[in-house]
């Protein structure tokens, strides 16, 4: 079993950056691709980014692609999110998943959350 924590998140202004981290202890980090995702007050959980299991591949939402960078460190077993030039819309608690099958822009090919972090982007 793979547990995960979440930090980094906070409140900034659009425009600013943030770092977030995903911890995991347990099992190999290296033995999974993982995922973020975030959900804004009142939608659903959708699709940030994801990153295979060497960093090797990684997918981005159209509404970050360019803004934000997924990355991992499988010597400290923690994936980290860099999000630059951030958007009222960014608003959310992210969350961190290790992906398991099926599309990697889909909830459902995900398990093993952890608890989320809230970023909260003030205009």
């Known amino acids: 079993q793979v547990q995960l924590v979440e930090s980094g998140g906070g409140l900034v202004q659009a425009g600013d950056s943030l770092r977030l981290s995903c911890a995991a202890s347990g099992r190999t980090f290296s033995d999974y691709s993982m995922g973020w995702f975030r959900q804004a007050p009142g939608k659903e959980r959708e699709f940030v980014a994801s990153i295979s299991r060497f960093g090797e591949h990684t997918n981005y939402a159209d509404s970050v692609k360019g803004r934000f960078t997924i990355s991992r460190d499988n010597a400290v077993n923690t994936m980290y999110l860099q999000m630059n030039s951030l958007k009222t819309e960014d608003t959310a608690v992210y969350s961190c998943?290790?992906?398991?099958?099926?599309?990697?822009?889909?909830?459902?090919?995900?398990?093993?959350w952890g608890q989320g972090t809230q970023v909260t982007v003030s205009s």
């Open positions: 998943a290790l992906y398991r099958r099926g599309s990697y822009f889909r909830i459902s090919g995900y398990d093993n």
